[in-house]
């Protein structure tokens, strides 16, 4: 999937108390973590857990520290903190094949009052394209992976993600 992205787009750390965006996170995309910040809050289903309301600019910090690269989905949506809460909550930590996708699709779909058919990222960004939900994209450390103002996202397969989730739980119980 391609985003439309310029290298000058570099998110501002300025804007992190009000940011409002899908975060995709990882060192490859292949495939990336998913998360959403609302109002500068930061919420994630991970195989470890579930992370709610964490300010983001700590979330950041620990992706530097990690070396991640990330890509910011800009979204014109007015969320209730206390959905969101409870949307990340019911979902829980990722096992028995959930993903870190369908907590944040809920949340928007909520928000919104409409439905995407959509499994993976790659198939949900253009939807919120389309919508005008997704107004626009940032990034952090994609500069040397921008070519011609885009970005090209790798998709992946529900077993690679599954995989992923997996590994991360078989390394936390060593």
């Given at each position: 999937m391609i985003i439309d992205v310029k290298r000058?787009?570099?998110?501002?750390?300025?804007?992190?108390?009000?940011?409002?965006?899908?975060?995709?996170?990882?060192?490859?995309?292949?495939?990336?973590?998913i998360?959403?910040?609302?109002?500068?809050?930061?919420?994630?289903?991970?195989?470890?857990?579930?992370?709610?309301?964490?300010?983001?600019?700590?979330?950041?910090?620990?992706?530097?520290?990690?070396k991640f690269k990330l890509i910011f989905?800009?979204?014109n949506v007015t969320f209730s903190q206390k959905d969101v809460v409870k949307e990340f909550t019911d979902y829980g930590?990722?096992?028995?094949?959930?993903t870190c996708l369908f907590p944040v699709k809920?949340?928007?779909e909520h928000a919104t009052d409409k439905t995407f058919k959509a499994g993976f990222v790659f198939e949900l960004l253009p939807l919120l394209k389309k919508e005008e939900i997704l107004t626009h994209y940032s990034h952090y450390r994609l500069e040397e992976s921008i070519v011609a103002d885009s970005f090209n996202l790798p998709t992946y397969s529900s077993k690679e993600i599954?995989?992923?989730?997996?590994?991360?739980?078989?390394?936390?119980?060593k």
């Open positions: 000058s787009q570099r998110i501002s750390e300025a804007s992190f108390d009000s940011l409002n965006a899908i975060v995709l996170s990882g060192r490859d995309f292949s495939p990336p973590h998360g959403l910040v609302v109002s500068g809050q930061y919420f994630s289903c991970t195989a470890k857990g579930v992370k709610l309301g964490i300010p983001f600019p700590l979330m950041f910090q620990t992706f530097k520290r990690k989905a800009h979204l930590k990722l096992e028995s094949g959930k809920n949340t928007i599954q995989t992923c989730i997996n590994e991360i739980q078989l390394a936390d119980e």
